[in-house]
T-cell receptor, first 114, second 112 residues
Framework: QKEVEQDPGPLSVPEGAIVSLNCTYS??????FMWYRQYSRKGPELLMY????GNKEDGRFTAQVDKSSKYISLFIRDSQPSDSATYLC??????????????FGEGTQLTVNP | ETGVTQSPTHLIKTRGQQVTLRCSSQ?????VSWYQQALGQGPQFIFQ???????GRGNFPPRFSGLQFPNYSSELNVNALELDDSALYLC???????????FGPGTRLLVL
């Protein structure tokens, strides 16, 4: 069983729709949760970062973490064609000055149609 | 501020050969991690370097090795290339005390 599960999609929505992307995980040691956006043939770009449970909002993006359910979500409001990309959830279990390894989901491929 | 850079962008090798990939970390970041991303998959952690020493390793064989230099740049070396090594290799750097990692554009390796 994978430590992080993510529906690969593909997910196709009309412009302006609210998009919900989700990941579940099995390791309760994960404390830090991130969402990355990856355009085709590019490196992942950090979108959102959350520590422990709760919500975080940044513009059209909202990240939610529910540690009791081991479930994280990313919501995109007023989706735009430029949001078309693969969205990767990532988690880490260690802190400190040396950084941590990230465990990624498979990624969800999103297409926003004009 | 300069972001993470990687070279080369693309590479074609044949099975059994050796390859070296290079990464320059973002300014102020002293930790570099390497990931392998197969087509259609999420990145898989290979190893991490902090202050020129390996600081954690994922489930990759010893033919995957690395180095970090005093200026925090890094190399990933892969010996005895196999067809399954074909992937996008990503380098990420971290700011001291932060959990978030910032990725470079990757090197796309094709093994024939």
């Amino acid at each position: 069983q994978k430590e992080v599960e993510q529906d690969p999609g593909p997910l196709s929505v009309p412009e302006g729709a609210i998009v919900s992307l989700n990941c579940t995980y099995s390791n309760s040691a994960f404390q830090y949760f991130m969402w990355y956006r990856q355009y085709s043939r590019k490196g992942p770009e950090l979108l959102m970062y959350t520590y422990s449970s709760g919500n975080k909002e940044d513009g059209r993006f909202t990240a939610q973490v529910d540690k009791s359910s081991k479930y994280i979500s990313l919501f995109i409001r007023d989706s735009q064609p430029s949001d078309s990309a693969t969205y990767l959830c990532a988690m880490s279990r260690l802190g400190g000055t040396s950084g941590s390894r990230l465990t990624f989901g498979e990624g969800t491929q999103l297409t926003v149609n004009p | 501020e300069t972001g993470v850079t990687q070279s080369p962008t693309h590479l074609i090798k044949t099975r059994g050969q050796q390859v070296t990939l290079r990464c320059s970390s973002q300014s102020g970041h002293n930790t570099v991690s390497w990931y392998q991303q197969a087509l259609g998959q999420g990145p898989q952690f290979i190893f991490q370097y902090y202050r020129e020493e390996e600081n954690g390793r994922g489930n990759f064989p010893p033919r995957f090795s690395g180095l970090q230099f005093p200026n925090y740049s890094s190399e990933l070396n892969v010996n005895a290339l196999e067809l399954d090594d074909s992937a996008l290799y990503l380098c990420a750097s971290s700011f001291p005390g932060w959990e978030t990692q910032y990725f470079g554009p990757g090197t796309r390796l094709l093994v024939l």
